[in-house]
């Protein structure tokens, strides 16, 4: 189970990859699409959340900034 780390209520548009930075922030890329490369890194909102060691952390469907316990294989 993912448990809510911040509220940020960021908008996606259809075409970016989401995801949280190394500096906690959260940042999009236009995706590559048939030939075509993808864009440089824009960040969308800035939240300096702190990252714990073991933890994945994401953009939710809400926008809000997630995180969920790593299962080591």
Known sequence: MAE???K???E????????IDKH????RAKMARGG?????????AKVGVKKQK???YFLDKKGDVSR???VNA
């Open 24 to 27: 906690g922030d959260v940042s």
């Open 8 to 10: 940020v209520g960021v």
């Open 4 to 6: 809510k780390v911040q």
């Open 68 to 70: 969920a316990k790593m």
């Open 12 to 19: 996606r548009v259809q075409g970016f990859l989401y995801y």
């Open 36 to 44: 075509k490369k993808g864009g440089k890194p824009e960040k969308v």
């Open 54 to 56: 073991g933890f994945l």
